[in-house]
């Protein structure tokens, strides 16, 4: 049986780092929308592990929604197109909003996905981000919670993958460069 484990290069975040981060992020989001009712959206399937852990952590009241986005498909290079293969099923118009994604890399993907969740008028709509790699951005998108800003490395683990594996590392890793340069 394959050892996952072994194409790690690094580990950049354990998990109890994690835990403690994310203790902080959900600290900044209660005190900013206080006791105001809250939508989040988590954007598949990368935020699964991060959404699941940071919603526990909110005090405000919390209604889960989720769309399923692919900007990358399967390979390592971001396509700048938006394909939404699932859709919310809450309306949002004149409710608080808040994305949770697991990576803003290039910001090709929120870049298409915020205007199309704008036009349906929610009374907020902000982003918090689990990683984000500044260095990569292509497009002019922020993110309003961050949990960690990391180099341009490929990372994966606490759901974030390499052609959907990795995405159940209790950790954040940087992926060995074989692993991806070998199957381009
Ligand atoms: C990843 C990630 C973001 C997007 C960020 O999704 O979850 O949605 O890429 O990249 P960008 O800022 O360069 O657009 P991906 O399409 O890999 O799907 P996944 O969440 O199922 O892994």
């Known amino acids: 049986m394959k050892n996952w484990e072994q194409d790690v290069k690094k580990v950049l975040f354990h998990q109890e780092e994690i835990a403690i981060r994310i203790k902080e992020l959900a600290g900044a989001i209660n005190e900013y929308?206080?006791?105001?009712?809250l939508v989040l959206v988590g954007i598949l399937k990368g935020s699964a592990i991060f959404f699941a852990d940071l919603a526990r952590e909110l005090s405000c009241p919390v209604m889960f929604d989720f769309m399923c986005v692919s900007s990358y498909g399967s390979s390592a290079v971001s396509s700048g197109m938006v394909d939404i293969k699932k859709d919310l099923t809450t309306d949002i118009?004149?409710?608080?909003?808040?994305l949770i994604e697991d990576i803003l890399?290039?910001?090709?993907t929120l870049h298409e996905l915020l205007p199309i969740l704008s036009e349906r008028k929610p009374a907020s709509l902000k982003l918090c981000c689990f990683l984000n790699k500044p260095d990569r951005r292509q497009k002019p998108i922020q993110a309003d919670f961050t949990g960690f800003y990391i180099p341009d490395e490929f990372v994966v683990g606490y759901g974030l993958d390499y052609n959907e594996n990795y995405r159940n590392l209790p950790y954040v890793g940087i992926l060995k460069r074989n692993v991806y340069e070998d199957c381009e």
């Open 33 to 37: 929308y206080g006791d105001k009712e």
């Open 93 to 98: 118009a004149g409710k608080n909003v808040l």
């Open 105 to 108: 890399d290039t910001g090709n």
